[in-house]
C-alpha cells in the first residue's frame, strides 16, 4: 500500500475513483446543468461553442503611448481584452513628479497622472469590441473615473460601456499591497463604485474580486477561493447596507483566480466554487436574477508556480493553465509569460501566450463541449469535497469575527505567510518538487535572457507631459472640483460623482488621492507573525 | 563576541507590495536564531538607515521585486554612510537578475541573494561575515 497523498488543499487523493465515491461525498445534486443553477458545470449553456474565452494578457508599461503600441500589437494578433498593467506610483496614488515615485515611473507598468495619459493609451482602440480590463486597486475609485470619463469623451454612452476594474482592496492588505487609505474608508470606496456602477454605468464591472494574490502569499486552493468569497460577501454587506438589492449589483462582481498546482484539484476548485458562490448569492442573499448567481473569472495566470530556473519550462507551464483555465470553464484568460518571473514579458513572449490560447481554442478541441471533465468520478468527487472544505474555511472566519477585522488585525496575513513559509522549506528540502528547481537542475550558463529595458528618459517625458497638462488645464476648475472630492468624502457622500467631476478637469492621481487622505488618512499596515 | 543575538533588519524597499519572499525569509532566520526586525512595505532610503540605526542592527537585508534595486541602493548608500552604517553588513534579496550583480557589489552590496536563495546559505553568510 502506497502513502497517502493529501493534496494542498488538504483532502486526501485516492489512486481511484468510482461511483460509490461521487456517491459518498454527496452525489450529484449539486451539479446541475451547464446555465442552470446552481452553474457547477459553467455559467453558460454552450459556453464556448457561442463564444471562447476572452484573451486578456496583462500589458502596460513606460507610459501611455508606449503602451497604445503594444496594446496595438495584441490586437493585431488576436486578442480580445486588453488588461492593463500600471507602474507602482500610479497604484498607490503618487504622481510621477512626486519624490517617492523616483525609480519607479513606468517600471512595472504604464505611468498615469491624468486623464490626457487615458486619451493615448486607449487611441484608435474600439471600446465596444474590446473590452478593457485595469488591474488597479488602491486608486481604483480615481481611475474607474477616468476610464468613464474618457469614454465619454469619446462619445461612447457610459450606460452602455463594458469593462472591468479589479477594485479589490480587501486582498491588496493581505497580499499584492497597493493600499493606500485604512481598511474601512477603502471598503467605502468600493461600495462608491459599486452603487456609482449600478446606478449610471450598470454593463461595467466594478470589482473583480481576487483569489489570486491571496495564493501568491501563501493561501491553499481551497482558502483562496474561501476568503475570495468572504472578501465579496464583505462587499456585498456594505453595498446592500446603501440601500442596494443584491440583483442592482452582484450580476456586476467578477472573479480572479489562480491556477498553478494539481491539475484536478483546481478544475474541482472551480466548479465547486461556482456551485457555492450561486448557493450564497441566491440562498443568503435571496437574488433572484440568475444573472447575479453566476461565478464570472479570469483565470489562467499562476505567476506562484513559474519558475526563474529553466525559465522555457514556463511555457509549458503555462500552456498546462491554460488547459486548466479552459477545463475549468473560465470567461477571460490571461496567462503569465514565460519571462515573467525576472522581467516585463517581451512582445515575443507575449505572443507564444496569446498562440498558446489559441492553440487550445483552434487546434485542441476545448471549445466544443462544455464541462469536458463532468462524469470524471474523480473530479465530481473532488468537487463535492472542495466545496465542503470551501464552507468550513468562511465559517471559520467568521467565527474569528470576519474577514476585515482578519484583515486590519493581520490575522490572515500572518496565517498565510507561516504557510508559504512551510512550502518553501519544503521546495528547499525537495519534499514539495519543483521541477528545475530541486529536480531536474543543470548548472546554467550566465542566462542570455532579453530583459525589458527601463529607461530613465521614459521618466523625463512623463514629467514633462505633467507639467504641459498642468499648464494648460484649468486652474480654478481645478481647485474648485478637488474642494469638492474633499467636501463630499467628508460628509460620507459617495465621492465618484466628484472623481468624475475632478478627472474631468485634469487633477492628477496624486491631486485627487491627497484630497483623499486628508479626510481618510492613510493606512498603517499591522506587522504580525 | 557575547551572546547577543545578531539584530538583522529587513526592509522592503519602494513601493512595490509583493512582501510574500520577505515575509519568508523573516521567518527562516528568526528560526535560524537572529533576532529579525521587518519594515513593513513602502520604505524610503532615510526610513531604512533610520530604522537600521535605531534598531541597532548588525545587518540591513533589502527585498526587491520590481526591479528599482539599483536607483534605490544608490540612494541609500550614502545614508548609510551619514549615519554611520557603513560597517554593517548589507544584503538584498529577491528578482535581482545577475547582470545588476556588479553594479550593486560597487554600490556597497556585502551579498546577494537572488529569488531561490536557501535559507540556510543566507543564514551562513550573515554568520560569517557579520563583524
Known sequence: ?529 | MSDRKIRVLIAKPGLDGHDQGAKVVVRGLVDAGFEVIYTGLRQSPKAVAQAALEEGVDVIGLSSMAGSHIPFCKKLKPLLDEYGLSDKLWIIGGNVPAKDHEELKEIGLDGIFPTGAHFDDIANFIKENVK
Open chain 1, 1 to 529: 500500500m502506497s502513502d497517502k497523498i493529501i493534496n494542498e488543499s488538504g483532502l486526501e487523493v485516492q489512486p481511484l475513483y468510482t461511483e460509490k465515491d461521487v456517491e459518498a461525498s454527496g452525489g450529484l445534486a449539486m451539479l446541475g446543468e451547464p446555465g442552470q443553477y446552481p452553474f457547477t458545470r459553467g455559467i453558460h449553456r454552450e459556453m464556448y461553442r457561442k463564444r471562447p474565452w476572452t484573451m486578456r494578457q496583462y500589458t502596460g508599461f513606460a507610459n501611455a503611448a508606449a503602451t497604445n503600441e503594444r496594446f496595438h500589437y495584441l490586437i493585431d494578433n488576436g486578442q480580445t481584452g486588453l488588461n492593463v498593467a500600471f507602474d507602482l506610483p500610479t497604484q498607490t496614488g503618487l504622481d510621477t513628479d512626486d519624490p517617492m515615485a523616483e525609480g519607479e515611473v513606468g517600471r512595472v507598468g504604464m505611468a498615469v497622472d491624468t486623464l490626457r495619459d487615458f486619451e493615448i493609451a486607449f487611441k484608435g482602440i474600439d471600446l465596444e469590441k474590446i473590452t478593457v480590463s485595469l488591474t488597479i486597486n488602491g486608486a481604483a475609485a480615481i481611475l474607474i473615473a477616468m476610464y468613464l470619463a474618457m469614454a465619454e469623451k469619446r462619445g461612447y454612452d457610459i450606460a452602455k460601456l463594458r469593462g472591468t476594474a479589479q477594485n479589490d482592496i480587501l486582498k491588496e492588505f493581505i497580499g499584492r499591497g497597493t493600499w493606500i487609505f485604512p481598511v474601512e474608508p477603502s471598503v467605502k470606496l468600493v461600495c462608491d463604485t459599486i452603487e456609482y456602477c449600478a446606478k449610471s454605468a450598470p454593463k461595467y464591472t466594478p470589482v473583480s474580486v481576487c483569489g489570486y494574490h491571496i495564493r501568491e502569499s501563501g493561501a491553499t486552493p481551497a482558502q483562496e477561493m474561501a476568503y475570495a468569497f468572504c472578501i465579496a460577501k464583505a462587499y456585498a454587506d456594505a453595498a446592500l447596507e446603501r440601500g442596494l438589492h443584491i440583483d442592482e449589483f452582484a450580476g456586476r462582481l467578477s472573479y480572479n483566480f489562480n491556477i498553478f498546482g494539481n491539475i484536478f484539484e483546481q478544475v474541482a476548485k472551480f466548479r465547486a466554487g461556482r456551485g457555492l458562490w450561486a448557493k450564497i448569492v441566491k440562498e443568503d442573499y435571496g437574488a433572484e436574477n440568475p444573472k447575479s448567481m453566476w461565478l464570472r473569472m479570469i483565470a489562467g495566470g499562476g505567476g506562484g508556480g513559474l519558475t526563474i530556473e529553466q525559465p522555457e519550462n514556463n511555457i509549458v507551464r503555462g500552456a498546462y493553465y491554460a488547459l486548466i483555465s479552459a477545463l475549468s470553464g473560465a470567461q477571460t484568460m490571461a496567462l503569465c509569460c514565460y519571462d515573467e518571473a525576472y522581467t516585463i514579458p517581451s512582445e515575443y513572449a507575449q505572443r507564444i501566450s496569446l498562440r498558446t490560447m489559441q492553440l487550445l481554442i483552434k487546434e485542441m478541441g476545448l471549445c466544443e463541449t462544455v464541462d469536458p471533465l463532468g462524469g470524471s468520478f474523480y473530479v465530481d468527487t473532488m468537487t463535492n469535497q472542495m466545496r465542503d472544505k470551501m464552507e468550513e474555511i468562511m465559517a471559520e472566519v467568521d467565527a474569528q469575527g470576519g474577514i476585515v477585522k482578519m484583515v486590519s488585525e493581520g490575522t490572515i496575513q500572518a496565517k498565510v505567510s507561516q504557510q508559504a513559509y512551510e512550502m518553501q522549506k519544503k521546495i528547499q528540502s525537495g519534499e514539495f518538487p519543483k521541477v528545475g528547481v530541486n529536480c531536474y537542475q543543470i548548472e546554467e550558463e550566465e542566462k542570455e535572457v532579453e530583459f525589458h529595458p527601463y529607461n530613465i528618459e521614459d521618466a523625463e517625458t512623463q514629467i514633462k507631459s505633467l507639467n504641459e497638462v498642468k499648464a494648460q488645464r484649468d486652474a480654478a476648475e481645478v481647485a474648485r472640483s478637488l474642494d469638492r472630492v474633499k467636501a463630499d468624502a467628508e460628509a460620507g457622500r459617495n465621492v465618484m460623482p466628484a472623481l468624475m467631476d475632478a478627472v474631468k478637469a485634469y487633477a492628477t492621481v496624486g491631486e485627487i488621492t491627497n484630497k483623499m487622505v486628508e479626510v481618510y488618512g492613510r493606512y498603517r499596515e499591522p506587522i504580525r507573525f
